[in-house]
């Protein structure tokens, strides 16, 4: 599933890695393919987050939409988001597994291999949980705090699919987003609360990070012995 807009953010990384890897001035990830550094993907990552931030304040007051009864804390949101990401984790892992044989789901798995993890090999658990609470936190507060009241849930989960789109190429993975936000815009509607669908959305992305660099540490284990 998607990652608040990174998966756009990785390709780029890459692609300009090759340019200078061209030059000879470009860095190699666990799997020997050239990309920007760790520090500068998570720093650049954060500050766009950050901007979907400043995007969603100001369009909220200008809108005259108050956000914060929708972050009071409350339990059966909380344990909702929680379950909800165990299940879109697991249905992940499913996806990631189809993908041998089912051709749709062949492109999920080719995303999570070769954009994703070259760039998750190189994360610290700080970087993970940094960029994980950036893109949950301020991606829920733009889609579901603030699009989702004024345009509604169909299209603010369409939009939320399509920008996660790093190219054509991974289209099932626009589609699977959009089911993605869909649930996400549910949670908020169900419980009038914000917390459900970020702690669903932070969770889901810190533990397929988490599972993506340890598939490929162990990948490049497997290649070295």
């Given at each position: 599933?998607?990652?608040?807009?990174?998966?756009?953010?990785?390709?780029?990384?890459?692609?300009?890695?090759?340019?200078?890897?061209?030059?000879?001035?470009?860095?190699?990830?666990?799997?020997?393919?050239?990309?920007?550094?760790?520090?500068?993907?998570?720093?650049?990552?954060?500050?766009?987050?950050?901007?979907?931030?400043?995007?969603?304040?100001?369009?909220?007051?200008?809108?005259?939409?108050?956000?914060?009864?929708?972050?009071?804390?409350?339990l059966y949101?909380?344990?909702?988001?929680?379950?909800?990401?165990?299940?879109?984790?697991?249905?992940?892992?499913?996806?990631?597994?189809?993908?041998?044989?089912?051709?749709?789901?062949?492109?999920?798995?080719?995303?999570?291999?070769?954009?994703?993890?070259?760039?998750?090999s190189q994360?610290?658990?700080?970087?993970?949980?940094?960029?994980?609470?950036?893109?949950?936190?301020?991606?829920?507060?733009?889609?579901?705090?603030?699009?989702?009241?004024?345009?509604?849930?169909?299209?603010?989960?369409?939009?939320?699919?399509?920008?996660?789109?790093?190219?054509?190429?991974?289209l099932p993975?626009?589609?699977?987003?959009?089911?993605?936000?869909?649930?996400?815009?549910?949670?908020?509607?169900?419980?009038?609360?914000?917390?459900?669908?970020?702690?669903?959305?932070?969770?889901?992305?810190?533990?397929?990070?988490?599972?993506?660099?340890?598939?490929?540490?162990?990948?490049?284990?497997?290649?070295?012995?």
């Amino acid at each position: 599933l998607r990652h608040g807009f990174i998966e756009r953010r990785f390709t780029g990384g890459m692609q300009a890695g090759r340019s200078n890897a061209a030059a000879g001035s470009g860095n190699k990830t666990m799997n020997g393919a050239p990309t920007i550094g760790r520090a500068y993907l998570v720093s650049i990552t954060v500050v766009l987050e950050g901007m979907l931030l400043l995007i969603a304040t100001a369009w909220s007051w200008s809108a005259q939409l108050t956000i914060l009864p929708q972050l009071q804390p409350a339990l059966y949101p909380c344990l909702l988001g929680i379950l909800t990401a165990v299940g879109t984790v697991l249905a992940s892992l499913l996806f990631y597994r189809l993908g041998k044989n089912v051709p749709f789901f062949k492109q999920l798995r080719q995303l999570s291999d070769e954009v994703l993890a070259p760039i998750a090999s190189q994360f610290t658990t700080t970087d993970i949980i940094l960029v994980s609470l950036a893109s949950g936190v301020c991606e829920e507060v733009l889609f579901r705090g603030v699009m989702l009241p004024i345009w509604g849930l169909y299209p603010s989960s369409i939009i939320f699919g399509l920008v996660h789109s790093p190219t054509l190429k991974f289209l099932p993975y626009v589609i699977v987003t959009i089911l993605a936000g869909f649930l996400f815009g549910c949670l908020y509607l169900q419980t009038g609360s914000l917390w459900a669908p970020v702690i669903a959305h932070v969770l889901h992305n810190l533990i397929s990070f988490a599972v993506i660099r340890s598939r490929a540490h162990s990948a490049q284990e497997g290649a070295d012995s």
